[in-house]
């Protein structure tokens, strides 16, 4: 079974700063997709930016860059530039590479309440 | 194109009763994914359905259901609820074809279902 970690349970940083929110998870698998998505308040989740486990380039998505560490099995994500409309829950995701609808079962963790302060 | 549409928004029930849950997933999407998200154990998946099978399976028991209709509209059923089972409730849809690619999931605005 895969386990997602998120160590940060909440997190503020100053407009137009820069963020950084940590991710770890543990796994056997080998090939696997890793994922961070957005929550905002009373609002859709939406998929923030997506890695490949087998694809050594970090995942980029205009402010949004991931620094993946395959071996050290971590998924941090960088916000840069923070904007008042990045005000959300942050959850890393995992999701294995597989048949028989393994595919579309993601694994989350617990979430980053990530604030943007004016 | 419309997005993932979930209703009713908002529940309330009482414990022992059922509840039904009902989801359209985007156009020409046949996977329908659920998910459970509550303060304490925050996001954990139900069940996967795809032209109308369930493939994947969460651990959660066997009050709760789900099902799928031939136009790819997807409930969830809770049955003898209990106090526990309040939650937002999420499904999401994707094209559910080809498993060797990647299908983006999106999310619906969830049941919001209260238990009293």
């Known amino acids: 079974a895969q386990t997602v970690t998120q160590s940060q349970p909440e997190m503020s940083v100053q407009e137009a700063e820069t963020v950084t929110l940590s991710c770890t998870y543990d796994?056997?698998?080998?090939?696997?997709?890793l994922f961070w998505y957005k929550q905002p308040p009373s609002r859709q989740m939406i998929l923030v930016i997506r890695?490949?486990?087998?694809?050594?380039q970090n995942a980029t998505e205009n402010r949004f860059s991931v620094n993946f560490q395959k071996a050290a099995k971590s998924f941090s994500l960088k916000i840069s530039d923070s904007q008042l409309g990045d005000t959300a829950m942050y959850f890393c995701?995992?999701?294995?590479?597989?048949?028989?609808?393994?595919?579309?079962?993601?694994?989350f963790g617990k979430g980053t309440l990530l604030t943007v302060n004016p | 194109k419309a997005g993932v549409t979930q209703t009713p928004r908002y529940l309330i029930k009482t414990r022992g009763q059922q509840v039904t849950l009902s989801c359209s997933p985007i156009?020409?999407?046949?996977?329908v994914s659920w998910y459970q998200q509550t303060p304490g154990q925050g996001l954990q998946f139900l069940f996967e359905y795809f032209s109308e099978t369930q493939r994947n399976k969460g651990n959660f028991p066997g009050r709760f259901s789900g099902r799928q209709f031939s136009n790819s509209r997807s409930e969830m059923n809770v049955s003898t609820l209990e106090l526990g089972d309040s939650a937002l409730y999420l499904c999401?849809?994707?094209?559910?074809?080809?498993?060797?690619?990647?299908?983006?999931?999106?999310f619906g605005p969830g049941t919001r279902l209260t238990v009293l």
């Open positions: 890695q490949e486990a087998y694809k050594q």
């Open positions: 156009s020409g999407h046949r996977s």
């Open positions: 796994t056997s698998e080998n090939n696997y997709y």
């Open positions: 995701a995992f999701m294995k590479k597989g048949s028989g609808g393994s595919n579309y079962k993601l694994t």
């Open positions: 999401a849809s994707s094209l559910g074809v080809r498993e060797d690619l990647y299908n983006e999931q999106f």
